[in-house]
């Protein structure tokens, strides 16, 4: 390896970085996060990481800010620690839908995180399924931007895709949805859902495809409160199909968003770890995919300087 490989890990997401040492063959670095009692932080790195290729994994879970926090308290630790380079590890890039700026006097907050992350001291960032990829051009570093469709895909390959159409859930996702639909080789169908403000609710209007009768595989970046997907299944129940199963990568699960799902007609969910999935929101039509052997194989190629476009993929 180029430099003596080291990963770490805040508080938002220990079990994925658990499973990427494991996958990259060694130990977890260790450190100590104490938060005090007016809330500020310290971080303390208990092992020298002078000269090392430093990692640090560090989702967007709750609560989001103070990991984000603790995430750039630990860059800038890590960096006076004299460590060689360090690449901030995002499973899941914090406030990633705030990338545009269609409002007055508004913050691009991605663009801002990514400001922060630099400052801080990170070299590089990896990362997995922005909402836009277009946010990794808000960086000066270089940004590694993993996908993880090949897994939902494969993981639909073993258990069979007879009779399925891959369903889009707006126009704007119709392009990576056709991705999908190709890698299954399925036929593709688009709503047409539309968001009005910013209560988080949406209307389907329209159905290009043919679905009835068919079991529906939607596929999409991420789920918050659930509602999209909601009305998706909806809609698609009012048209006649047979059965419906979403996949995400990023399972955010916000709000009653799991109360919501376990009740509706979705007869399978089927999720990614990036974000901590806690037992009480593992409802039984979950399935969970770890992402951990992705990152790993991506970390220890970086690190010995050899190329990684490979795990990239298309969706």
């Keep these: ?18 499973k990427i040492c494991k996958h990259a063959g060694i130990k977890l670095g260790k450190c100590e996060t104490v938060k005090f009692s007016n809330e500020n932080l310290k971080v303390r790195i ?23 926090m603790e995430l750039l308290i630990m860059i800038d630790a890590i960096k006076h620690a004299k460590a060689d380079s360090i690449t901030a590890v ?13 409002e007055p006097r508004i913050s691009i907050t991605a663009r801002l995180i990514a400001d922060l992350l ?4 990170a070299d590089r960032v990896m990362t997995m399924n922005l909402h836009s990829p277009q946010i990794a051009g808000f ?22 895709v007879e009779n399925c159409v891959v369903v889009a859930p707006d126009a704007g996702s119709a392009k990576r949805a056709g991705v999908y639909a190709i890698t299954l080789g399925l036929p593709l169908a688009i709503l047409d859902k539309r968001r009005n403000d910013d209560s988080e609710k949406a209307k389907i ?3 290009i495809g043919e679905v009835k009768g068919m079991r529906a595989l939607i596929f999409d970046d991420e789920i918050a409160t659930g509602g999209s997907i909601l009305e998706v299944v909806k809609a698609l129940e009012s048209l006649g ?10 399972a955010v699960l916000s709000g009653t968003a799991v109360e919501r799902l376990g009740k509706s007609a979705l007869a399978k969910l089927v999720v990614t770890d990036t974000v901590t999935i806690p037992p009480e929101k593992r409802i039984p039509k979950m399935v969970i995919l770890s992402v951990a052997e992705l990152f790993a194989k991506a970390i220890v190629c970086s690190n010995r300087g050899s190329s990684i476009s490979g795990l990239f993929g298309k969706i």
């Design 90 to 102: 995002l499973p899941y890039y914090p406030y990633v839908r705030s990338d545009k700026k269609d």
């Design 241 to 250: 199909v047979r059965e419906i199963e979403a996949a995400c990568v990023h």
């Design 46 to 68: 208990l092992e020298s990481v002078r000269g090392k290729d430093v990692y640090v994994v560090q989702s967007s879970c709750p609560p989001v800010n103070e990991n984000i």
């Design 1 to 18: 390896m180029r430099n003596s490989l080291k990963i770490f890990t805040g508080g938002s997401n220990p079990e994925l970085a658990k």
């Design 139 to 160: 960086f000066r570093i270089p940004v590694d931007h993993l996908l993880a469709g090949k897994l939902l895909c494969d993981y639909y390959k073993k258990k069979g």
């Design 205 to 207: 209007h329209n159905v």
């Design 118 to 121: 630099e400052t801080a001291g």
